[in-house]
């Protein structure tokens, strides 16, 4: 048996774009929380607070209730300052979280969550008597049926045929009222987080357990500079200029940066590559439902998606929704298990409320290259592939000759959809702290049910001995986990800072150099006097 699970969301905000219709984990899951804004249009959903989400305008379902796979529809074309319709579903399990809803109320608990997990199994008991009603009508309408079919007295015919027109009515009602309950019961489920670890430390951020610590800062015989000023002074970005072509937290690279972001890019996918996995260049434009269904939130005050205006498409935060959604609404074959990618791609992010001396520079930016792991594996074996990830991660940075150190992240900062993290944080001496570098999470199925991703066993789950030879083993959810191999701003960062020399060059790690044709050392172009 696999750990249960279920699903949640996380924040992804859109540049002046139009609004994009709202969709409203071995492991079980419910779905992301969808809110919905644009920075110039009314929020699409009702705050949680003061609504009554039983009386609410019902959505209209485009799939069957409970479905077991997710099911994409045509968007609505009405969205402004309303309720609109989900466009897609996924496997919920909502007798599982029913009877295990002592450890379902303690975990969202102690993620933060705001998911009401007592209005979820309201509407799920009340759409489980009105299904058992709906089975009861068909049986009689049925019986009916059948009755017509011998020999009857006209007036006996007609009764019947009276009978079976008031069942057909009472039915048309009833199942409209089941479709209206699904849909509420989707959308109020999505709400709730994954499962946790039992590993992972209870808390805020403060509450994160360091499971590792390599190196120790560098000590510096001369007054040190942050990036921004060693980047000045050798001519490698110009953010003034990208702030009034672009906007702030936009940047223009130069001269070495440019080689240094490409030599981090080709050294990154070289390397991973060598351990197995499959490299990607993805789409950076991808369908909010995708990105839903990963878990972020395209919609709502905090987002951080940039969504395109008129358009179902969002840019992507991260390569992990592409990748994600490459086997969407697929069975795989066990045998192609795990499969590991590792995808570059431009990232787009608002970082909305993101401000202040800690974020300065290419610390916290709103595009940036990006190369990210990403596993889809059986069950059983996500634990093992988490690790393996963190591996990585630590081999890479310590080749580098970062200092760095590896935490196992508290439930508050987990996010909806890790079912456990750990951040790699690196000593920035510049900044005078330690900047998140990369995250490894595992994600367990709470992607896979969203997105429809599971593979069929090759050997039966079951040892039932009545089971028909011959017949397909049931499917099962892939886990999924995806991982940080190289986040370049930051990269840069850590590697300016820390490889800055009395004169005012920087040293380029000698991993790097024969990606960046043979450089060594970045110098000043000018002297001073100059």
């Not at 008991?125 to 011998?150: D, S, T, Y």
């Not at 009764?159 to 409209?176: A, H, Q, S, V, Y």
Request: with cysteine.
């Amino acid at each position: 048996m696999g750990l249960r699970c279920y699903f949640g969301g996380t924040a992804i905000q859109t540049l002046r774009m139009a609004v994009i219709p709202a969709s409203s984990s071995s492991s079980r899951f419910i779905f992301g929380r969808p809110l919905s804004k644009t920075l110039t249009l009314n929020s699409l959903f009702l705050r949680r607070n003061n609504v009554n989400y039983l009386t609410r305008p019902p959505f209209t379902l485009l799939t069957k209730a409970l479905a077991a796979t997710a099911v994409q529809a045509a968007p609505p074309t009405e969205t402004i300052d309303r309720v609109v319709k989900p466009q897609w579903k996924a496997a919920i399990d909502f007798k599982w979280i029913r009877d295990n809803k002592d450890a379902v109320a303690l975990n969202i608990k102690n993620r933060n969550s705001n998911a009401n997990l007592e209005l979820v199994l309201e509407i799920y008991e009340k759409m489980l008597a009105v299904q058992k009603e709906v089975e009861r009508l068909r049986g009689e309408r049925n019986a009916v049926a059948n009755k017509m079919k011998g020999k009857l007295e006209p007036s006996e015919r007609q009764k019947l045929i009276e009978e079976g027109k008031n069942l057909r009515d009472g039915l048309i009602m009833l199942e409209e009222d089941l479709l209206k309950l699904s849909d509420e019961l989707q959308q109020e489920a999505q709400f709730i987080p994954n499962m946790t670890h039992p590993d992972v430390p209870i808390g805020e951020e403060d509450r994160s357990i360091v499971r590792k610590m390599v190196g120790c800062p560098r000590e510096f015989s001369f007054p040190i500079k942050d990036h921004l000023q060693l980047g000045k002074e050798l001519d490698l970005f110009d953010f003034d200029a990208a702030a009034e072509v672009s906007g702030s937290k936009f940047y223009y690279l130069k001269n070495e940066a440019v080689m240094l972001e490409i030599g981090l890019i080709n050294w990154t996918l070289s390397e991973v590559m060598k351990r197995g996995f499959t490299p990607l260049i993805t789409p950076e434009l991808v369908r909010s439902s995708v990105v839903e269904k990963c878990g972020f939130q395209p919609r709502g005050d905090n987002t951080q998606v940039y969504s395109v205006e008129e358009s179902d498409q969002c840019l992507i935060g991260t390569a992990e929704i592409p990748v994600g959604g490459i086997h969407m609404d697929s069975i795989l074959v066990e045998s192609m298990l795990p499969l590991k990618y590792v995808a570059f791609s431009h990232c787009f992010r608002t970082e909305a409320g993101a401000a202040g001396a800690a974020t300065r520079g290419l610390y916290r930016v709103h595009q940036f290259s990006k190369v990210e792991m990403f596993i889809l594996c059986q069950p059983e074996e996500s634990e093992s592939h988490h690790e393996e990830l963190i591996k990585i991660e630590e081999e890479l940075f310590s080749s580098l000759g970062l200092h760095y150190k590896t935490i196992d992240m508290a439930s508050g900062d987990l996010g909806a959809p890790a079912y456990r993290k750990f951040d790699v944080e690196a000593w920035m001496p510049g900044l005078g702290r330690y900047g998140e570098i990369s995250s490894a999470s595992n994600c367990t199925d709470y992607q896979s049910r969203r997105l429809g991703i599971r593979y069929r066993p090759s050997e039966p789950t079951s040892t039932n001995p009545k089971m028909v030879k011959g017949k397909f083993t049931p499917t099962r959810f892939v886990h999924t986990l995806n991982a940080t191999a190289c986040a370049v701003p930051r990269m840069m960062i850590c590697l300016l800072e820390n490889y800055q020399q009395e004169d005012g060059s920087v040293i380029i790690p000698e991993p790097l150099r024969p990606f960046m044709g043979g450089l060594g050392l970045i110098a000043p172009k000018f002297s001073r006097a100059e």
